[in-house]
């Protein structure tokens, strides 16, 4: 028998998997990459009475592989805070998926585990920019404001290491850096002992001085457009400059497009009104786009469409506006 575990390589990936495995300790694969290598599935063949456990992926997005492997005999333990319109049952299927605008997958975990490792459920949460809940769950727990402060620096460097066009792009790749989480039960022991954390925290500092001075392409009255160049720093900074800017404007939705090397651009969407204007619901439009209610992209977008895709997102994220545009 052999054992998989397959997660996002982003902050709420990782802390969704080392949260499980410091609870259930399993020797299995690690199948991981960059944030937006949610195709993970495809990357390996089963047999029967393998294990897998599947940790913050789109179900949509991988539901062939999770049907062949299903059909191959494998034990799957899937939780995901993603879309999932293709959701089925299945025997040997376990499935923990919610898809709640202020949910994670890192939360899910800490359902599941009765708040065992209710710290690392609070990084993950600051990390996938959901800090009113991770500031609750802090709070609740009697966390004082300084170590908030730590969790959610904590959490934003996890995030921030796994953005970019490849596994080059990245400091670290995420399979090394869960694994050096994992050393650390308490996550203050990590950000006081890692050498990792103390790269990240200089890396980040210098890719973000990279963002004095930037403007927006386009902007409307609750939208905001940005695009970066084909850089690597642009690349790694890309999803963190769209959470920074949902917090800094609330009730704005914003889209960074940042050049790839082919000339086309990935794109990451935060949506201002995730329950009238689900992010996801406008990615899906776009032939490598998806996510979830809050916060979605698209992993190739053509130049020539870039056009287009300003008039499609201001015209839906702009209440204004939004009536008028159909999306059938």
């Known amino acids: 028998m052999q054992a998989y575990d397959v ?10 998997l080392h949260q499980l495995r410091l609870a259930e300790p399993r ?3 690690l199948v991981t990459g960059a944030k937006r290598d949610i195709d993970l599935l495809t990357r390996f063949e089963v047999k029967s009475g393998d ?11 991988n539901i062939s592989s999770l049907r062949k492997h ?15 319109t293709h959701a089925f049952e ?8 919610d898809m709640a605008a202020d949910v994670c997958s890192s939360i899910l975990v800490n359902r599941y585990l009765n708040n065992l490792h209710w710290q690392w459920a609070v990084v993950a949460a600051y990390g996938d920019n959901l800090p009113a809940v991770a500031t609750a769950m802090a709070s609740e727990a009697g966390l004082n404001e300084s170590q908030r402060d730590q969790l959610q ?24 850096l869960y694994q050096a989480v994992h050393d650390y039960v308490d996550p203050f022991d990590f950000l006081n002992s890692a050498g990792q954390f103390v790269v990240l925290r200089n890396a980040y500092a210098s890719d973000m001085a990279f963002m004095q001075g930037l403007h927006a392409y386009r902007q409307s009255e609750l939208t905001s457009i940005f695009i970066l160049p084909a850089q690597a720093w642009a690349r790694r900074v890309s999803g963190i400059l769209a959470n920074q800017l949902t917090q800094e404007q609330h009730g704005k939705s914003f889209a960074v497009l940042t050049s790839k090397p082919d000339g086309s651009y990935v794109v990451s969407i935060r949506s201002g009104d995730a329950d009238n204007c689900p992010a996801s619901q406008f990615c899906s439009t776009f032939a490598t786009g998806g996510g979830r209610r809050g916060a979605g992209g698209i992993n190739n977008l053509p130049a020539s469409e870039v056009d287009g895709f300003i008039q ?5 994220f702009d209440k204004m506006e939004r009536p008028q545009l159909s999306l059938s």
């Open 312 to 316: 499609a997102f201001i015209a839906y």
């Open 153 to 176: 620096e904590l959490g934003i460097l996890l995030n921030y290491n796994a953005y970019g066009e490849s596994i080059d792009d990245l400091h670290f790749h995420p399979a090394a």
């Open 51 to 61: 294990r897998l456990t599947v940790l913050d992926i789109s179900l949509d997005s």
């Open 90 to 97: 299945h025997e040997h299927l376990h499935l923990h998926c």
């Open 7 to 16: 997660f996002n390589g982003d902050a709420d990936g990782i802390c969704a």
């Open 70 to 84: 299903l059909a191959a005999g494998a034990e799957i333990t899937y939780f995901d805070h993603h879309n999932a």
């Open 27 to 29: 020797t299995a694969e």
